[in-house]
């Protein structure tokens, strides 16, 4: 990965090895509950705390869901309808209404993020 103009990272291991390419003064985005940020310095840093609000809704498999979310409200990269529709189309059969709940909580920080 050379040069990338938006990260999100949900371990520190990922921080470690992707940050350092990740260009000045892009978005990085980091699952708090797990990502400690040593020097945020040149980058616009937007913090959720992922794994614990996947934790609150009983699963923390979802927490990628719960970031997907933040990241569509904080990047507006995609339309919410066409990133539930993805999020619909490639989750395990059964888990629909769980990742559907963990994007709205995601998306939902992200909104209140961008307000404060």
């Known amino acids: 990965m050379e040069n990338p103009s938006v990260l999100a990272i949900m ?9 350092p390419a990740l260009r000045k003064g ?12 040593d020097n945020p310095n040149g980058f616009k840093l ?16 979802v927490a990628n869901i719960v970031m997907l979310g933040f990241l569509t409200a904080v990047m507006k990269i995609a ?3 066409a990133m539930k529709r993805a999020i619909a189309a490639s989750v395990p059969k059964g888990t629909g ?9 995601g998306y939902k920080y ?3 993020k961008l307000k404060a």
């Not at 371990?11 to 940050?19: L, P």
């Not at 937007?46 to 498999?61: F, K, M, N, V, Y």
């Open 110 to 112: 992200g909104v209140e």
């Open 46 to 61: 937007h913090s959720i705390p992922a794994t614990g609000i996947a934790q609150e809704l009983g699963r923390t498999a």
């Open 11 to 19: 371990s520190q291991e990922a921080y470690t090895k992707y940050v």
């Open 26 to 37: 892009a978005p990085l985005l980091i699952d708090s509950t797990l990502v400690k940020v």
């Open 97 to 105: 209404e769980l990742n559907m709940k963990a994007f709205e909580r």
């Open 79 to 81: 339309t919410v309808d």
